[in-house]
């Protein structure tokens, strides 16, 4: 199975409304170097680091966990929790455990 990494990092990339320029400079790479760079990691062609991947997911409000997860359905609610309110955390929370 092909990493899910590279097409979720450009389409948080893309939520986020930066360019891949943009999103290298706000993590200190070279201005003219941080678009092939991310470009590479998009691809595919690299791959970032868990470290660096933890600065891409901080840059991009987004759990670094949404990045390495190989369920799309379970990536989308990793992605989603972390967007929800804490009210509606509390919910999914209550509704989960009462399936446990």
Known sequence: METPTPSRLKSARKAAGLTQQQLGMALGMEPNTASARMNQYEKGKHAPDFL????????????VAYFYCDCDELAKFIFDYSKATDE???????LLELNS
Do not use: N, Y
Request: hydrophobic fraction near 30%.
């Open 88 to 94: 509606q955390k509390t919910k999914i929370k209550e």
């Open 52 to 63: 660096t991947m933890k600065r891409i997911a901080k840059e991009l409000d987004v759990p």
